[in-house]
């Protein structure tokens, strides 16, 4: 019998490589997890509500800038420092829900910046519920982060107010920080 990974690796669907397996969905899961095999649509279609919204950011990513490569695809499935490659730089995609901080009586969204990528793209949920309906797009240089932890976003707070762009100009922006390492000024 092969291995619950070996079969993934092999048919490239989770659903196969469970039946093919024998093992309970959840045994399989798991392992496929630590493996860091697990594809971003099977995210997207098995996984808790957070990895397929995740999973859903980066598919929203990739359709903003289509150029951009798949490091979970090319390079290390579940790749722990980045997302995708654009030109010469590093991004690793976020997405957030809003939320209510237990100390406050607002509503903010939460992203990690730990990780050694040159940008974070952030899709914040524009109201609660909505998801990945009309998202913001926040970008940020890890330039301007100097603590890797959480970092918390306000509507009232710089990182909302001055790091937004639009989707549609998400990749133009992108383009100009490339070419800008590109010619060694970034």
């Known amino acids: 019998m092969m291995d619950i990974v070996d079969l993934y690796l092999k048919h ?3 659903k196969t490589a ?10 399989a899961h798991v392992k496929l997890l630590q493996s860091g095999a697990l594809k971003i649509q099977d995210k997207i279609q098995y996984g808790s509500k957070a990895a397929a919204l995740g999973g859903e950011a980066e598919e929203l990513f990739h359709k903003l800038v289509p150029d951009a490569v798949d490091a979970n695809k090319y390079f290390q499935k579940n790749n722990p420092i980045y997302d995708f490659m654009f030109g010469n730089l590093t991004i690793d995609v976020k997405y957030s829900s809003l939320f209510k901080r237990k100390t406050g009586h607002s509503m903010n969204w939460q992203i990690n910046t730990r990780g050694d990528q040159d940008f974070i793209v952030a899709f914040l949920e524009r109201e609660q519920g909505a998801e990945l309906d009309s998202p913001y797009v926040i970008l940020l240089p890890m330039a ?3 603590v890797k932890k959480d970092l918390h976003i306000s509507r009232s707070g710089a990182w909302f107010n001055d790091f937004q762009v639009e989707p549609e100009e998400l990749r133009s922006v992108l383009k100009d920080y490339s070419d800008l390492r590109e010619a060694g000024h970034y």
């Open 12 to 14: 490239e669907s989770f």
């Open 18 to 27: 469970v039946r093919l397996s024998g093992l309970p969905v959840h045994v």
């Open 144 to 146: 301007f982060i100097n």
